[in-house]
């Protein structure tokens, strides 16, 4: 029978992560970093309280997909295509430098030419492409400096950014298994991405216009949409042998299009911000055990922490120099791109569980996504700052692509007033009732 201890350990997770969540937010830092601090906190490393079972790592992995599943939903095709080339060229370059700087770091630590070891390099390098745009949206928006030339280049290169760093996951994923020829690995990548094209083709010309001509029954649409999602990481992890965050993703971008994507949001995002999501990234910060840190792996995680730094801004200050922004926009844009967050921890567990992120780099890894993080919106404030000094201007620009990041801000927001307005409304009842209640007496 099934222990009941789970229970407690959810419990404890969940307001741990809520309340060292919203302590890193007073600090303008994310809410991830307070969930993988409430890990940190709760595991070895502290307290030693939680530990992973059975139970949570289930959860955490249903967490990791709709959190994939969230983010293809988010991202509208049509939208980057309008981004420009810009933001593709910047995207390529902030994964091409970052990938070959993380291989050359771990290259030095984890010496070696062997499969395994090759595996494991490059890994880190995959994990050192991500960026988390939430960051840089939030500090731009609080700035008032999104709707700009820097702003949208930085909004289109991250997506794509995470696109691309996506599929060379799913085909590193693929070697890790080490049981196929190159030939059949290559072949079952590309059987997955037409597998995925015709699904996206079928869904788009049939079920798509039947759901958004049918009036109600939204219920019903989240249930088919949840039942592809988990259809398409099934397929894409048994079938093909690429992860399936990746078949999630994909299943989302598939239903991104609909007239009902925001509702079927809407819906899905609770249930991945109050429980699952907060599991994941606690059960990241479970796996570690600072009290094993020693002064080398010290001096290796602030050398990743530079790494992780200095490759994405020269390889998206590069990109968007070859486009033609001027040295101050690169820089900025560079410095945007710097911040990595869910994605990474997302690329971080898989590896983990295919067994090709060495022990000695999840430490170092994690600390640089969390110095990422808070690096990012001050230095961002600092180069601003000093533009205003020089009385440079980044002139505004009508982007799709910002006005679907602000339009659902918008849409959060108007959300929690009628909510509050509601809630509100409620009380000022009871108490009139409860008065009128005395008066009869």
């Not at 398409?232 to 609909?258: H, L, N, R």
Request: charged share 15%; proline share 2%.
């Amino acid at each position: 029978m099934l222990s009941a201890s789970y229970l407690f350990d959810i419990a404890i997770i969940l307001l741990s992560t809520k309340f060292l969540g919203l302590a890193t937010r007073k600090f303008n830092m994310p809410q991830v970093v307070g969930a993988l601090m409430a890990g940190l906190v709760l595991g070895p490393s502290i307290l030693n309280i939680t530990t992973q079972t059975d139970v949570l790592k289930a959860l955490a992995e249903l967490g990791v997909i709709l959190l994939m599943f969230n983010a293809g939903m988010s991202t509208d095709v049509q939208d980057l295509k309008k981004s420009g080339k810009a933001s593709l060229v910047i995207a390529a370059a902030g994964v091409i430098v970052p990938m070959l700087a993380g291989f050359g770091y771990a290259q030095i630590f984890n010496p070696g030419l062997s499969h395994q070891q090759i595996l494991q390099n490059i890994f880190i390098g995959v994990v050192l492409t991500a960026t988390s745009v939430s960051i840089t949206v939030e500090t731009l928006n609080e700035m008032g400096k999104l709707h700009t030339h820097s702003g949208n280049a930085i909004l289109g290169a991250a997506i794509i950014d995470d696109l691309i760093g996506i599929i060379v996951l799913a085909v590193v994923m693929e070697f890790s298994e080490g049981k196929s020829g190159i030939g059949i690995i290559i072949a079952k990548i590309l059987g997955f991405f037409i597998f995925a094209a015709i699904a996206h083709t079928l869904i788009q010309r049939i079920l798509i216009p039947i759901i958004d001509k049918r009036k109600g029954l939204l219920r019903r649409y989240l249930i088919v949409e949840l039942s592809i999602c988990f259809l398409m990481a099934y397929a894409a992890e048994k079938i093909f042998g690429v992860s399936d965050i990746t078949g999630a993703f994909a299943a989302g971008i598939m239903f991104s299009t609909s007239k009902k994507s925001s509702y079927a949001l809407s819906k899905m995002e609770p249930l991945s911000v109050l429980l699952l999501s907060p599991l994941f990234f606690a059960s990241v910060g479970l796996k570690i055990d600072i009290k094993t840190i020693s002064w080398q792996m010290a001096l290796m995680t602030l050398l990743l922490l530079i790494v992780a730094i200095a490759s994405k801004i020269i390889g998206c200050g590069l990109g968007a120099k070859v486009m033609g922004y001027t040295n101050l926009q690169s820089k900025k844009i560079g410095v945007g791109m710097v911040p990595r967050g869910e994605v990474a921890l997302i690329v971080i567990n898989k590896g983990l569980q295919a067994g090709i992120v060495h022990e000695q780099f999840l430490a170092p890894l994690l600390v640089s996504i969390i110095g990422s993080a808070i690096i990012t919106p001050i230095w961002l404030k600092q180069i601003y700052k000093k533009q205003a000094k020089m009385k440079y201007e980044d002139h505004m620009l009508n982007s799709a692509l910002i006005d679907n990041i602000t339009d659902r801000e918008h849409i959060e927001a108007l959300t929690e007033s009628v909510v509050y307005s509601n809630e509100k409304l409620n009380r000022e009842n009871s108490l009139k009732n409860k008065k009128k209640k005395n008066n009869m007496f």
